[in-house]
T-cell receptor, first 110, second 116 residues
Framework: DTAVSQTPKYLVTQMGNDKSIKCEQN?????MYWYKQDSKKFLKIMFS???????INETVPNRFSPKSPDKAHLNLHINSLELGDSAVYFC?????????FGPGTRLTVL | AQKITQTQPGMFVQEKEAVTLDCTYD???????LFWYKQPSSGEMIFLIY??????QNATEGRYSLNFQKARKSANLVISASQLGDSAMYFC?????????????FGSGTRLSIRP
């Protein structure tokens, strides 16, 4: 069984479009995250949610809006996509110890 | 300030040799957790090992062990008997307690290449 799943795996879109990435975890974890991995492989946290509540917003542009309908889901909506948004976006969940990552979504903005 | 430092951008190791990947961290929090992740060329992030700051013994998971030296604030990953499939990026990460409890921060990674 997949622990943390993300859809889609690949996303290619034009500048200015709006897109969403979905994330679901079946581990019963309280905390979920969105990370961005740039072309140099650097992983930077974007958002953290605990029990559907936003805990951390790491100065991410407000074009990025996370939504957590329940503890098991954390979706990421991006408005007015820009070239610099091209990256791999990882969803993750954790509780007390280990953090588990989804397979990543490779976003390419043309 | 950089909280997690991985000083080896890349390493080459002969197959079957042991390899140590360096990681130092900076925190004033007495309670924290340290992680290592592997990212192969396929892109997924694979959890390898976890060490809590209060754990008395070094964590081990199969061929992976974490050499935790608290006073030196280092958490090196040791891979014994390396295999070709160990070639990947390796990330050290830390989670602090308190207000930063909901944030895992990562080092810049080490690209490990295993030579046959």
């Amino acid at each position: 069984d997949t622990a943390v799943s993300q859809t889609p795996k690949y996303l290619v879109t034009q500048m200015g479009n709006d897109k969403s990435i979905k994330c679901e975890q079946n581990l019963g974890h309280d905390t979920m995250y969105w990370y961005k991995q740039d072309s140099k492989k650097f992983l930077k946290i974007m958002f953290s949610y605990n029990n559907k509540e936003l805990i951390i917003n790491e100065t991410v542009p407000n074009r990025f809006s996370p939504k957590s309908p329940d503890k098991a889901h954390l979706n990421l909506h991006i408005n007015s996509l820009e070239l610099g948004d091209s990256a791999v976006y990882f969803c993750a969940s954790s509780q007390l110890g280990r953090g588990f990552f989804g397979p990543g979504t490779r976003l390419t903005v043309l | 300030a950089q909280k997690i430092t991985q000083t080896q951008p890349g390493m080459f190791v002969q197959e079957k040799e042991a390899v140590t990947l360096d990681c130092t961290y900076d925190t004033s929090d007495p309670s924290y957790g340290l992680f290592w992740y592997k990212q192969p060329s396929s892109g997924e992030m694979i959890f390898l090992i976890y060490q809590g700051s209060y754990d008395q013994q070094n964590a081990t998971e199969g061929r992976y062990s974490l050499n935790f030296q608290k006073a030196r604030k280092s958490a090196n990953l040791v891979i014994s008997a390396s295999q070709l499939g160990d070639s990947a990026m390796y990330f050290c990460a830390m989670r602090e307690s308190g207000s930063s409890a909901s944030k895992i921060i990562f080092g810049s990674g080490t690209r490990l290449s295993i030579r046959p």
